[in-house]
């Protein structure tokens, strides 16, 4: 069995598989360091069912954060549940620092939108950091993809909560009806995660990156790229999350 046909069935399954090292140590602290800039220049206080610093619309920021966004070894698993036409619905961090608590656990569907047999949205966490349960990985519950509510009802005891434990440079890919939610950090240091968000074709976009793109670094954009952010007609249409023909 492949890596990708394994991640295709644990999410099946689960709802969530973890891609151990997809970047390099190296790789992870570099582009955590160029995140730790850009939060210092538009970080914002997010209280989203809990607080934690937010970086939005990334690709605008910094061209290191472009690998993310169609890496080889996330992108089949993506294109297996939305096509090859589907889009990147945003690219965001969330630094969860010491003191900061449980993000309420939710789903990123709403609930007219749930779809038990293809999901509108595919989600990937990218881990500049180690994730361990003391600095805040990111929790997920088992098979809630398939409950039918975007969160867990009120009443219900939760028998099983999975923390993303793995190391440095290692993806999160979950299908976005599963209940998920930040842990809390009681550890001393920082804990930085990119959240890349894939929608299907006909969604709009949740950052739409053609705000605020710099024009020359459009040729270091690969194909690929282009068609996931629908910038293959170049920079000119704005909004472009309004037009499906692109």
Same mark, same amino acid.
């Not at 998920?180 to 950090?185: L, M, S, Y």
């Given at each position: 069995m492949t890596e990708t046909e394994k991640a295709i069935l644990d999410i099946d399954i689960y709802g969530f598989t973890i891609l151990e090292r997809v970047l390099t140590?190296?790789?992870?602290?570099?582009?955590?360091?160029?995140?730790?800039?850009?939060?210092?220049?538009?970080?914002?206080?997010?209280? !989203?069912?809990?607080?934690?610093r937010h970086v939005a619309n990334l690709p605008?920021?910094?061209?290191?954060?472009?690998?993310?966004?169609?890496?080889?070894?996330?992108?089949?698993?993506?294109?297996?549940y939305l096509g090859d036409s589907m889009i990147l619905g945003s690219l965001n961090a969330r630094?969860?620092?010491?003191?900061?608590?449980y993000q309420g656990l939710h789903s990123d569907i709403s609930t007219e939108m749930l779809n038990m047999t293809?999901?509108?949205?595919?989600?990937?966490?990218?881990?500049?950091?180690?994730?361990?349960?003391?600095?805040?990985?990111?929790?997920?519950?088992?098979?809630?993809?398939k409950s039918g509510f975007a969160a867990p009802p009120e009443g219900l005891e939760l028998k099983h909560v999975a923390d993303?434990?793995?190391?440095?440079?290692?993806?999160l890919v979950f299908n976005g009806q599963t209940w998920?939610?930040?842990?809390?950090?009681t550890g001393d240091k920082?804990?930085?995660?990119l959240f890349g968000h894939y929608r299907k074709r006909m969604l709009v976009f949740q950052n739409d990156p053609h705000d605020e793109f710099p024009e020359e670094w459009f040729n270091q954009l690969t194909e690929r790229q282009r068609q996931l952010m629908r910038?293959? !007609?170049?920079?000119g249409a704005k909004h472009a999350a309004d037009s499906h023909r692109l």
């Open positions: 140590e190296d790789q992870a602290v570099e582009m955590r360091e160029a995140l730790i800039r850009c939060e210092k220049k538009v970080g914002t206080e997010a209280s !989203n069912q809990g607080t934690a605008t920021l910094d061209p290191i954060f472009f690998k993310t966004i169609d890496h080889p070894r996330t992108l089949p698993i993506l294109e297996n630094i969860v620092r010491h003191g900061d608590g293809s999901p509108v949205m595919m989600n990937t966490v990218w881990m500049l950091d180690e994730f361990t349960s003391e600095n805040g990985a990111t929790r997920a519950v088992p098979g809630s993809h993303a434990i793995a190391p440095i440079g290692s993806v998920h939610g930040g842990g809390r950090n920082n804990r930085h995660a910038m293959k !007609n170049g920079l």
